[in-house]
């Protein structure tokens, strides 16, 4: 696992940790730093690390906050590389400047191309949410979620609108949470919805395992909501919010930040959920 962390609370200047398990359950941490941000781009913090691991190698999808005071947007969304967790290669920001993006989640392996971006048949999928595509041009009034190919993971040169807010629960925004993973139903996509009390919820859908573009399902009311004392109160208030997941002998992990200040699991039997968002959709 790797952590968002605060050390100095009146900066509140972000870090990543690293923490690993044996059972998903029980995680013991590195005292030292894994990942200290130490480039102009990420001047004043790191986090939101999303890991995605393709042809054996491990990526990490991570928000940077620069030094740009008060001239626009001021997030953008970098990429970096490790093998151990203790070094780390930086690939640069892999978002376009002034887009004010968040939540890249990398989809594990190449697709087929559904938009022509070069001569490759295969390319790489994510998903992304600029919050500044709103408006007449975009077909979209609020931050929604876009999925984008590229012929490398630093460059995805096509987007197309896939998900819009619809629901009470997420009327404000949406945004992916954890990477799409791979299911014999389709790719299980965990995301956080904002409602107008700016309450953050977790959904999740399923799309096409063949055609990304095409979502199969999607749940109408959210799998995960802020109810404990931890989700409630912190540093943002009534918050769970989803960046990694995996699956155990069948029962579905979703590991989400609570109230900006905790790191929390909640897990359901994979069939089960699969059945709630079909039921539901």
């Not at 990490?60 to 151990?84: C, E, H, N």
């Not at 399923?206 to 995960?224: F, G, Q, W």
Request: aromatic letters at 12%; charged letters at 25%.
């Amino acid at each position: 696992m790797l952590y968002r962390a605060i050390g100095e609370y009146e900066h509140y200047l972000s870090r990543i940790g690293y923490a690993s398990s044996e059972d998903g359950y029980l995680f013991r941490r590195r005292d030292e730093i894994a990942f200290d941000p130490t480039v102009d781009y990420e001047k004043y913090g790191i986090e939101d690390p999303r890991l995605s691991e393709i042809d054996s190698q491990v990526y990490i999808t991570y928000v940077v906050l620069p030094d740009r005071p008060k001239k626009g947007p001021m997030v953008s969304t970098a990429l970096a590389t490790t093998k151990d967790y203790s070094k780390f290669e930086r690939l640069g920001i892999i978002t376009n400047e002034g887009m004010d993006n968040k939540d890249v989640v990398l989809f594990p392996t190449k697709l087929s191309s559904k938009n022509t971006v070069s001569s490759e048949k295969m390319t790489y999928f994510c998903l992304h949410r600029p919050s500044s595509w709103v408006g007449a041009a975009y077909g979209i009034d609020k931050p929604s979620i876009w999925i984008g190919e590229g012929t490398t993971l630093t460059s995805f040169e096509t987007h197309t609108l896939l998900m819009k807010p619809e629901q009470k629960w997420e009327e404000l925004k949406i945004g992916a949470g954890s990477p799409p993973i791979r299911t014999k139903y389709g790719w299980l996509v965990i995301y956080h919805g904002v409602s107008a009390d700016r309450t953050y919820s977790a959904g999740a859908a399923l799309l096409d395992l063949e055609d990304p573009y095409k979502i199969i399902c999607r749940s109408k009311e959210p799998i995960l909501v802020p109810t404990t004392q931890y989700e409630k109160y912190g540093d943002v208030n009534n918050v769970v919010f989803p960046t990694g997941a995996c699956i155990i002998n069948g029962e579905l992990f979703v590991y989400y930040g609570g109230a900006d200040k905790v790191c929390c699991v909640a897990t359901a039997k994979l069939s089960d959920l699969v059945d709630y968002i079909f039921q539901n959709s």
